[in-house]
């Protein structure tokens, strides 16, 4: 089955940096790479996804990268701010057709310092 | 909000209650999900329902009875816990039928097993 491993664990940053977070997946099936933001006592939000047919999407200061030779996809946060910090899960899945059944990586407790 | 309640939020049971967990989303999703989130650990999906049915039983134990009575509504009714069975229990949906993997947390039961 599909296997989702995450790093860095943790990650600390200073505010206006950017920050990286990595995944690679297992399963070259899989074509569906959501990445979710959990804050401290809530629940975890999906902020971006990717698919396998594109590279690269942006979302204003967030970006994620596929690279599917590899299997690896990766979060990028430009001009990191306090409100980033966080813990980021990232997710693989083969869709459609497998509703829900996302895998996920073991996440990144993200800390922008002021 | 996203639209997916949760109760109750917090609860302390001892190993040999019976409490449910309630679930009900109000997006007009046709799949509802049940995941386990330990410390330190990846998300782990434990159940999936699409239009009412179970189509995915993660391999867990028996102590762990979900129900969905509707596409609206979902329980997790627990019995005879374990200590380590202590977790945030997250419940998600998603418009289900394949179409569309984005899920929609609520925002968790926090269990503890005396």
């Known amino acids: 089955g599909e296997n989702v491993e995450q790093h860095p664990s943790t990650l600390s940053v200073q505010e206006g940096d950017s920050a990286v977070i990595k995944c690679t997946y297992s399963?070259?099936?899989?074509?569906?790479f959501p990445w979710y933001k959990q804050e401290l006592g809530k629940r975890p939000q999906l902020i971006i996804d990717i698919r396998s047919n594109v590279g690269e999407k942006k979302d204003q200061r967030i970006a994620v990268t596929l690279n599917k030779t590899a299997k690896h996809f990766s979060l990028h946060i430009t001009e990191t701010q306090p409100e980033d910090s966080a813990v980021y899960f990232c997710a693989a899945s083969k869709a459609p057709g497998n509703t829900g059944k996302l895998i996920f990586g073991q996440g990144t407790t993200l800390q922008v310092k002021p | 909000e996203t639209g997916v309640t949760q109760t109750p939020r917090h609860l302390v049971m001892g190993m040999t209650n019976k409490k449910s967990l309630k679930c009900e989303q109000h997006l007009g999703h046709n799949a509802m999900y049940w995941y386990k989130q330990s410390a330190k650990k990846p998300l782990e999906l434990m159940f999936v329902?699409?239009?009412?049915?179970?189509?995915e039983n993660n391999s867990v134990p028996s102590r762990f009875s979900p129900e969905c009575p509707n596409s609206s509504h979902l329980f997790l009714h627990l019995h005879t816990l374990q200590p380590e069975d202590s977790a945030l229990y997250l419940c998600?949906?998603?418009?289900?039928?394949?179409?569309?993997?984005?899920?929609?947390f609520g925002s968790g039961t926090q269990l503890s097993v005396l």
């Open positions: 399963d070259s099936a899989s074509n569906y």
């Open positions: 998600a949906s998603s418009q289900g039928g394949g179409q569309d993997e984005k899920l929609f």
């Open positions: 329902y699409n239009f009412k049915e179970q189509t």
